[in-house]
């Protein structure tokens, strides 16, 4: 909690939220256009594909030194994000729009054409710190962690050497607190900003987090944070959910076949003792960093990447798609350079759908306590197959994964999916006796 003696201060998750599906989108590679006029026209499709929240990739202005690469001022050499376009993780002005996506007005379009769609827009935000050449280089340099001869420098412990690290453990004393929580503020309160996705939020102190949550309800009391980390104690007062990293790179792991699926089991374990009931979790099977460093979903997951994505959408916590994940994107979409997705067929569009319709329908399929805890079924081959279900009040929902290679009969102990009033298959393979090799199957109680 924010005031330890103040009882009536809670963490709570927007009444909306805990059915929520939620779409990343590289407004850059979005379209041919790389605009948010021409993102806007495609709101309705993704509205009709179930989303719920659409996280829109760093919109501000970035540095010179980002966009055409070679030094900054400080002579460290922009080794990351030197593409064409840049990396958009290096803000010069966290209140100001870049104008490769438009105007405020035409921001300002995209909200309200999204809201009007049921949508919710959360804004990537990088607030651990800036470009080199950002406006509080200039006229705010005790913002910023400076070297030994008082220059800027960038991140430790890391290789981005393209952005200067900012002072957050002085950040109370040296005004950072303040400015970077009017400049949240200013989204929320003057554009309509539904909430953000806080970048490597782990680097910045939790008790900014929290201050910073608190002024933003004050605007929209259903704000909505996700925080780029795995802290549970960002749940306590900062952030409705967490990026599920471990969870994800099991999912690359086990898809092919580098791991057990014990693994699986195992994580589950340690995820329910480690985190709280009400904590939500992002579960996915791609991203922009893992599309852009790591590869397509073909790529690390082989055959097991559907599967993967039903897991995905059904274990526990809240699904997210990524820009061209329902078109099947098969290339690698590199966010500081260049490219676009072809929209022009969805051959995932109907799947998709269908699994983020599950999350809406099933209660039983929400985040946190609104949802129910996965228990694992007893199959014949736990080591190929993967099986669970999940009950919250008259929602019951079975998903049954088949990992391996070759076919299997299903054998579900205490379980028969194709008995007369019980369940129906909504999802993947509707034989209730036999799963395909890669295959899924996923069945709700009628």
């Given at each position: 909690?924010?005031?330890?003696?103040?009882?009536?201060?809670?963490?709570?998750?927007?009444?909306?939220?805990?059915?929520?599906?939620?779409?990343?989108?590289?407004?850059?590679?979005?379209?041919?256009?790389?605009?948010?006029?021409?993102a806007?026209?495609?709101?309705?499709r993704?509205?009709?594909?179930?989303?719920?929240?659409?996280?829109?990739?760093?919109?501000?202005?970035?540095?010179?030194?980002?966009?055409?690469?070679?030094?900054?001022?400080?002579?460290?050499?922009?080794e990351?994000?030197?593409?064409?376009?840049?990396?958009?993780?290096?803000?010069?002005?966290?209140?100001?729009?870049?104008?490769?996506?438009?105007?405020?007005?035409?921001?300002?379009?995209?909200?309200?054409?999204?809201?009007?769609?049921?949508?919710?827009?959360?804004?990537?935000?990088?607030?651990?710190?800036?470009?080199?050449?950002?406006?509080?280089?200039e006229?705010?340099?005790?913002?910023?962690?400076?070297?030994?001869?008082?220059?800027?420098?960038?991140?430790?412990?890391?290789?981005?050497?393209?952005?200067?690290?900012?002072?957050?453990?002085?950040?109370?004393?040296?005004?950072?607190y303040?400015?970077?929580?009017?400049?949240?503020?200013?989204?929320?309160?003057?554009?309509?900003?539904?909430?953000?996705?806080?970048?490597?939020?782990?680097?910045?102190?939790?008790?900014?987090?929290?201050?910073?949550?608190?002024?933003l309800?004050?605007?929209?009391?259903?704000?909505?944070?996700?925080?780029?980390?795995?802290?549970?104690?960002?749940?306590?007062?900062?952030?409705?959910?967490?990026?599920?990293?471990?969870?994800?790179?099991?999912f690359?792991?086990?898809?092919?076949?580098?791991f057990?699926?014990?693994?699986?089991?195992?994580?589950?374990?340690?995820?329910?003792?480690?985190?709280?009931?009400?904590?939500?979790?992002?579960?996915?099977?791609?991203?922009?960093?893992?599309?852009?460093?790591?590869?397509?979903?073909?790529?690390?997951?082989?055959?097991?990447?559907?599967?993967?994505?039903?897991?995905?959408?059904?274990?526990?916590?809240?699904?997210?798609?990524?820009?061209?994940?329902?078109?099947?994107?098969?290339?690698?979409?590199?966010?500081?350079?260049?490219?676009?997705?072809?929209?022009?067929?969805?051959?995932?569009?109907?799947?998709?759908?269908?699994?983020?319709?599950?999350?809406h329908?099933?209660?039983?399929?929400?985040?946190?306590?609104?949802?129910a805890?996965?228990?694992?079924?007893?199959?014949?081959?736990?080591?190929?197959?993967?099986?669970?279900?999940?009950?919250?009040?008259?929602?019951?929902?079975?998903?049954?994964?088949?990992?391996?290679?070759?076919?299997?009969?299903?054998?579900?102990?205490?379980?028969?999916?194709?008995g007369?009033?019980?369940?129906?298959?909504?999802?993947?393979?509707?034989?209730?006796?036999?799963?395909?090799?890669?295959?899924?199957?996923?069945?709700?109680?009628?």
């Amino acid at each position: 909690m924010l005031n330890p003696t103040d009882t009536t201060d809670h963490m709570q998750h927007p009444g909306w939220s805990a059915s929520a599906t939620i779409y990343e989108m590289n407004t850059r590679q979005h379209t041919a256009e790389g605009t948010l006029s021409a993102a806007a026209r495609d709101l309705p499709r993704l509205a009709a594909m179930g989303v719920d929240i659409v996280w829109l990739m760093p919109v501000h202005p970035i540095g010179e030194v980002n966009r055409k690469g070679g030094e900054n001022k400080n002579n460290y050499i922009a080794e990351r994000g030197s593409g064409s376009l840049g990396s958009p993780y290096s803000a010069t002005d966290y209140t100001a729009l870049n104008p490769d996506f438009g105007s405020f007005e035409e921001f300002d379009s995209f909200i309200e054409s999204a809201h009007a769609l049921g949508l919710r827009v959360i804004l990537d935000w990088v607030a651990n710190h800036t470009a080199f050449d950002a406006v509080w280089t200039e006229e705010h340099l005790a913002y910023y962690l400076l070297d030994s001869v008082g220059g800027l420098q960038p991140p430790l412990g890391t290789d981005w050497w393209d952005v200067a690290q900012l002072d957050w453990e002085n950040g109370e004393e040296n005004g950072l607190y303040a400015a970077m929580e009017s400049a949240m503020v200013f989204w929320v309160r003057d554009h309509g900003v539904d909430g953000f996705r806080c970048d490597v939020a782990m680097k910045v102190p939790t008790p900014f987090w929290e201050r910073v949550r608190v002024a933003l309800e004050q605007v929209n009391a259903e704000v909505f944070m996700l925080a780029e980390a795995e802290d549970p104690g960002h749940h306590k007062r900062a952030f409705d959910m967490s990026y599920a990293w471990h969870a994800h790179h099991l999912f690359n792991k086990v898809a092919a076949g580098e791991f057990p699926i014990d693994s699986l089991r195992r994580y589950l374990e340690r995820e329910e003792k480690r985190f709280g009931r009400d904590d939500y979790r992002l579960l996915f099977v791609t991203n922009h960093d893992e599309n852009s460093w790591n590869g397509t979903i073909a790529e690390r997951m082989g055959e097991n990447g559907d599967a993967m994505a039903v897991l995905a959408g059904t274990w526990f916590g809240m699904p997210l798609m990524y820009s061209g994940q329902a078109a099947g994107l098969s290339k690698r979409l590199r966010f500081f350079e260049k490219d676009t997705v072809d929209f022009s067929a969805l051959p995932k569009g109907a799947f998709y759908t269908r699994l983020n319709a599950l999350h809406h329908e099933e209660q039983a399929l929400h985040a946190g306590a609104a949802g129910a805890w996965p228990v694992e079924i007893e199959t014949a081959h736990p080591e190929a197959v993967y099986a669970f279900s999940r009950k919250k009040g008259a929602s019951e929902v079975v998903v049954v994964l088949n990992f391996g290679d070759a076919d299997v009969e299903l054998a579900l102990e205490g379980w028969d999916l194709g008995g007369i009033g019980g369940f129906e298959n909504v999802l993947g393979s509707a034989d209730p006796h036999r799963l395909p090799a890669h295959g899924y199957t996923v069945w709700r109680r009628n």
